[in-house]
């Protein structure tokens, strides 16, 4: 089975910077998309990116943060700029194959404060 390795996360301070990284164990990775939930929300889209390199973001990320892929790592990334309090929350990274059902990570805390 296909394993996710989340990193990159924990504690920033407003105006900070984190970068999340998400490496696969399974070579092709297709695309890519990183979620955030926070409790008694649902978990919601943040950015994605397809197999063509092609980006979309969420309005209450847009500027600030950059999701990326590199194929030879099998890993996708989500730098995280000008942090706000509002951006603590949970982030799942799924990554997405052609042969295989999208994989999901198992969650990584991120939190924004003073």
């Given amino acids: 089975q296909v394993q996710l390795v989340e990193s990159g996360g924990g504690s920033a301070q407003p105006g900070g910077s984190l970068r999340l990284s998400c490496a696969a164990s399974r070579s092709s990775v297709y695309?890519?998309?990183?979620?955030?939930?926070?409790?008694?929300?649902?978990?919601?889209?943040?950015?994605?990116?397809?197999?063509?390199?092609?980006?979309?973001?969420?309005?209450?990320?847009?500027?600030?943060?950059?999701?990326?892929?590199?194929?030879?790592?099998?890993?996708?990334?989500?730098?995280?700029?000008?942090?706000?309090?509002?951006?603590?929350a949970v982030y799942y990274c799924k990554v997405v194959y052609l042969e295989i059902a999208d994989i999901w990570g198992q969650g990584l805390q991120v939190t924004v404060s003073s």
């Fill in 31 to 88: 695309a890519g998309g990183w979620y955030r939930q926070t409790p008694g929300n649902q978990r919601e889209w943040v950015a994605s990116i397809t197999t063509g390199g092609y980006t979309n973001y969420a309005d209450s990320v847009k500027g600030r943060f950059t999701i990326s892929k590199d194929n030879a790592k099998n890993t996708v990334y989500l730098q995280m700029n000008s942090l706000k309090p509002e951006d603590t």
